[in-house]
Nanobody, 118 residues
């Protein structure tokens, strides 16, 4: 299973970016797809998750500015990030849970850098 992120880069405060993540090689159903971020020197934390049921959850601090979506036919997730702030600077990682019977198995992408700076 491979997760390939794209869409990161340098953006000015107040700008927008759209991250994409393609999950390939999955041999079982995808239960959820998510985005985590890891600012410099800090731990990785959840930004948002979308489930195959269509439900979503967000870290409170970014709800309203970030929107996650998922296409479970194309096995792709997107993170639309608006009104970006310097505090959003981080490596953003794609994550997926594949259904394996009653369990799920986690997979991670390599990450894409987002830098918010003037």
């Amino acid at each position: 299973v491979q997760l390939v992120e794209s869409g990161g880069g340098l953006v000015q405060p107040g700008g927008s970016l759209r991250l994409s993540c393609l999950v390939s090689g999955a041999t079982s159903a995808i239960y959820s797809m998510a985005w985590y971020h890891q600012p410099p020197g800090r731990e990785r934390k959840l930004v948002a998750r979308v489930y195959s049921s269509g439900s979503t959850n967000y870290a409170d601090s970014r709800k309203g500015r970030f929107t996650i979506s998922g296409d479970f036919v194309k096995n792709t997730t997107y993170l639309q990030m608006n009104n970006l702030e310097p505090e959003d600077t981080a490596v953003y990682f794609c994550h997926t849970e594949l259904q394996k019977g009653r369990l799920t198995v986690d997979y991670w992408g390599q990450g894409t850098q987002v830098t918010v700076s003037s």
